[in-house]
């Protein structure tokens, strides 16, 4: 296991720090993406590391990355990090928590899917009978299985701040309406695939998000991280029941936790025992065997 590392200072220039990931340029035409330890919860930076947990991102983003490379392009570059690295504690500290990935032009919005009725769409179902505007059937309970998976992107909010569902055609408005079209279908194609695949392995995947950019002739791209336990909601297969939501395999813990804290859940997090740790830890890591062996 690698030790924890809050926060990544390399002999790059630094592009930018994220949640989780920090962003160094290599060149004109690549980046190093690291996925650091960190963990934010109600959209707060806590200051505790989780152990390993940006090398299993990394791990399974990878492999859907490689599970999706027959039907989208995405930014994984043909570049070792030896390459770009040339001290070794530097090299030792990033192999296997970071990407070099190509530069592309990212899009202006979040792709999120819905399998099941969850987290903030369970909230505007119970208000309306809708999310983003597509009507559901009524009755439905928490975690039902929809009929279909639908397709409810979102605004990318600054960091800190909340992502705003639009509709499609706000989308359309956004990026206009043939890459609105591409980037709804082929979401819908990712997240179809990757449920059937997950499903198979006793792993519910809920609902997800992916990232897309362009290319230099406008053409779609898969980037950012695809089907985490950060970027998803997971459910085991032995633990669903409709009524209630379900375990997840990822900070459900530490969220759990926070919940029983005097804290207004604004900045400064609080820091973390350590079997909260080890409990997160544990589900990240058993999420990564179930898809990955």
């Not at 200072?9 to 060149?27: E, F, H, N």
């Not at 492999?63 to 690295?85: C, G, P, Q, R, V």
Request: hydrophobic letters at 40%; glycine letters at 6%.
């Amino acid at each position: 296991m690698l030790p924890p590392l809050f926060e990544s200072q390399l002999q790059l220039p630094l592009k930018q720090r994220g949640k989780v990931r920090d962003i160094y340029t290599v060149d004109d035409e690549h980046l190093l993406i690291v996925a650091t330890d960190r963990l934010s919860a109600f959209d707060v930076i806590l200051p505790t590391p989780i152990p390993n947990k940006g090398a299993i991102l990394t791990a399974v983003s990878n492999f859907w990355f490689h599970f999706t490379e027959s039907f989208i392009t995405n930014h994984l570059a043909d570049m070792s990090l030896k390459e770009i690295l040339s001290d070794p504690d530097e090299y030792q500290c990033m192999q296997g928590r970071s990407v070099i990935v190509k530069k592309f032009k990212p899009l202006p919005i979040e792709a999120i899917v819905r399998g099941y009725l969850a987290g903030s769409g369970w909230k505007d179902y119970k208000k309306s009978g809708a999310i983003c505007e597509i009507t559901l059937p009524q009755g439905l309970q928490l975690a039902d299985k929809l009929p279909s998976p639908i397709y409810t992107p979102s605004t990318k909010a600054a960091l800190g701040e909340h992502d705003t569902n639009i509709n499609f055609s706000e989308t359309s408005a956004l990026i206009g309406e043939r890459l609105a079209k591409q980037v709804r279908d082929i979401s819908l194609k990712i997240y179809t695939r990757a449920r059937d695949y997950a499903a198979a392995r006793g792993i519910i995947i809920a609902d997800t998000k992916f990232e897309f950019g362009t290319d230099m002739k406008g053409e779609l791209v898969l980037i950012d991280e695809v089907l985490t336990p950060d970027s998803s909601r997971f459910w085991a297969k032995e633990q669903y029941h409709v009524g209630i939501s379900p375990p997840s395999f990822d900070k459900q813990f530490v969220r759990d936790y926070l919940e029983t804290l005097d804290w207004d859940k604004t900045a400064p997090g609080p820091t973390l025992p350590q079997h909260i740790l080890e409990k997160t830890v544990a589900k990240y890591q058993e999420a990564q065997l179930r898809l990955m062996t």
